[in-house]
């Protein structure tokens, strides 16, 4: 008899334990992006400098399990009427700002902003661009989303090539959330239910 409470004590515990885990596993991420350029004459959508133009093109809304690796918009560098081979400057004092707009599973907005800087040519092309975000890590309600970036904290931006003119540099992130209240007191539900089995083995 003795057996049979301890057996069905752990099987509560463990249960009560799996459950609690399986929403922060299943979570879900809702959101869509927006981007701005300030300073430097670029116009909130785009900068112009020397044949070259910069702008960036947003998600809309989307949906993701927690801990994938998700796009948040893309950089998109154009060759207008630049002089093929020169190297041309990025223009100086441009902000970037990417804003994510967060439904789900909080509501909420966070932004990503940094400079832009460096330079770049086309046919040959080459790029030094890069974009210098503060924070790297930003947190909406239960949702976390950590840059991809280099090893020395920025956001490299490709430049048009030949055969792909505009070209488009995707940022991407990793977003992860946090276990709801609720799953976290069903995990110590089945913590707790597992004590008595605990205590009684030790007594033994």
Same mark, same amino acid.
């Given at each position: +008899?003795?057996?049979?409470?301890?057996?069905?004590?752990?099987?509560?515990?463990?249960?009560? !334990?799996?459950?609690?885990?399986?929403?922060?596993?299943?979570?879900?991420?809702?959101?869509?992006?927006?981007?701005?350029?300030?300073?430097?004459?670029?116009?909130?959508?785009?900068?112009?400098?020397?044949?070259?133009? +910069?702008?960036?093109?947003?998600?809309?809304?989307?949906?993701?399990?927690?801990?994938?690796?998700?796009?948040?918009? =893309?950089?998109?560098?154009?060759?207008?009427?630049?002089?093929?081979?020169?190297?041309?400057?990025?223009?100086?004092?441009?902000?970037?700002?990417?804003?994510?707009?967060?439904?789900?599973? =909080?509501?909420?907005?966070?932004?990503?902003? *940094?400079? !832009? =800087?460096?330079?770049?040519?086309?046919?040959?092309?080459?790029?030094?661009?890069?974009?210098?975000?503060?924070?790297?890590?930003?947190?909406? *309600?239960? @949702?976390?989303?950590?840059?991809?970036?280099?090893?020395?904290?920025?956001?490299?931006?490709? @430049?048009?090539?030949?055969?792909?003119?505009?070209?488009?540099?995707? !940022?991407?992130?990793?977003?992860?959330?946090?276990?709801?209240?609720?799953?976290?007191?069903?995990?110590?539900?089945?913590? !707790?239910?597992?004590?008595?089995?605990?205590?009684?083995?030790?007594?033994?």
């Amino acid at each position: +008899m003795e057996t049979r409470r301890m057996t069905r004590a752990v099987l509560i515990g463990v249960a009560a !334990v799996s459950l609690g885990s399986l929403p922060a596993q299943s979570q879900t991420v809702t959101f869509s992006t927006t981007g701005a350029f300030s300073g430097g004459g670029c116009s909130t959508t785009s900068c112009a400098f020397d044949g070259f133009t +910069m702008s960036f093109t947003p998600v809309g809304s989307n949906t993701f399990l927690s801990g994938s690796l998700v796009d948040l918009g =893309s950089f998109v560098t154009q060759c207008v009427s630049c002089t093929l081979g020169s190297i041309q400057s990025f223009p100086s004092g441009v902000l970037f700002t990417l804003t994510i707009n967060q439904t789900d599973p =909080s509501g909420g907005t966070g932004s990503f902003v *940094g400079s !832009v =800087s460096g330079t770049v040519s086309f046919n040959p092309s080459f790029s030094s661009l890069v974009w210098m975000p503060s924070p790297n890590n930003l947190n909406i *309600g239960l @949702a976390n989303y950590r840059l991809v970036l280099d090893n020395t904290g920025n956001f490299n931006i490709e @430049a048009p090539i030949a055969s792909q003119n505009p070209n488009a540099t995707v !940022v991407k992130a990793f977003v992860t959330t946090t276990p709801e209240p609720s799953s976290m007191a069903l995990m110590a539900t089945g913590i !707790v239910g597992l004590v008595p089995v605990i205590r009684r083995r030790r007594l033994s």
